[in-house]
């Protein structure tokens, strides 16, 4: 699912969950802060995504958990507790353009394929679904089982779009946040947010 190339989507949330690739959702904080056309974010990060932030960034806490990951203050990402289910994502009726999952695990891939909604980012993601707005899940596992690709089907047809956590090595990343930033990129553009600077294939340099 796209957005139609002349709809700006300004309003967004993002979910961080416990699966491995903590730079990934560092580049697109950073990304979505940086863009004019983003007016605001809804960041959930899952308890399980804390411990993986502490393991691979040695960031602990959520306490003052953007800045730490933007190292500045943002205006335009507010943070929305895991468990409170009554927050305005949960809503339809909140003015939400789509929701992006990064990195995304496999428990969280299950909740939101079987329809669980046992916490804000799987009954945002449920909101998502039902309204028919874009729904990214960009998961992260390898190898995949039954059950996983089962979900990732189930998920689909109910409308998300399954965009897994893969980096491209024909622009020549220099670093993993380089490679990550190129993902995150694509991802973005997916959404109707295409990024300047982002490495097309068949341009020159």
């Given at each position: 699912?796209?957005?139609?190339?002349?709809?700006?989507?300004?309003?967004?949330?993002?979910?961080?969950?416990?699966?491995?690739?903590?730079?990934?959702?560092?580049?697109?904080?950073k990304?979505?802060?940086?863009?004019?056309?983003?007016?605001r974010?809804?960041?959930?990060?899952?308890?399980?995504?804390?411990?993986?932030?502490?393991?691979?960034?040695?960031?602990?806490?959520?306490?003052?958990?953007?800045?730490?990951?933007?190292?500045?203050?943002?205006?335009?990402?507010?943070?929305?507790?895991?468990?409170?289910?009554?927050?305005?994502?949960?809503?339809?009726?909140?003015?939400?353009?789509?929701?992006?999952?990064?990195?995304?695990?496999?428990?969280?891939?299950?909740?939101?394929?079987?329809?669980?909604a046992?916490?804000?980012?799987?009954?945002?993601?449920?909101?998502?679904?039902?309204e028919?707005?874009p729904?990214?899940?960009?998961?992260?596992?390898?190898p995949?089982?039954?059950?996983h690709?089962?979900?990732?089907?189930?998920?689909?047809?109910?409308?998300?779009?399954?965009?897994?956590?893969?980096?491209?090595?024909?622009?020549?990343?220099?670093?993993?946040?380089?490679?990550?930033?190129?993902?995150?990129?694509?991802?973005?553009?997916?959404?109707?947010?295409?990024?300047?600077?982002?490495?097309?294939?068949?341009?020159?340099?």
């Open positions: 699912m796209v957005l139609n190339a002349n709809a700006v989507p300004r309003n967004l949330t993002l979910a961080i969950t416990g699966a491995s690739g903590s730079v990934y959702a560092v580049e697109i904080l990304a979505l802060e940086a863009d004019v056309r983003v007016a974010v809804n960041l959930v990060i899952s308890d399980s995504a804390l411990r993986v932030l502490a393991e691979e960034l040695e960031i602990r806490g959520r306490a003052d958990l953007v800045e730490r990951l933007l190292g500045r203050s943002s205006n335009k990402i507010e943070q929305q507790g895991e468990g409170n289910i009554g927050a305005n994502i949960a809503s339809g009726s909140y003015p939400s353009d789509g929701m992006v999952v990064l990195p995304c695990s496999m428990g969280t891939l299950a909740g939101i394929a079987n329809g669980m046992s916490n804000l980012i799987e009954r945002a993601a449920d909101v998502c679904l039902k028919r707005r729904l990214l899940l960009c998961v992260r596992e390898t995949f089982n039954r059950i690709l089962r979900n990732m089907q189930l998920a689909s047809d109910a409308g998300a779009v399954i965009f897994p956590v893969m980096p491209t090595l024909y622009n020549k990343p220099q670093s993993t946040s380089e490679m990550a930033l190129q993902f995150v990129q694509r991802v973005l553009a997916h959404i109707g947010l295409p990024q300047a600077g982002a490495y097309q294939w068949g341009e020159e340099g």
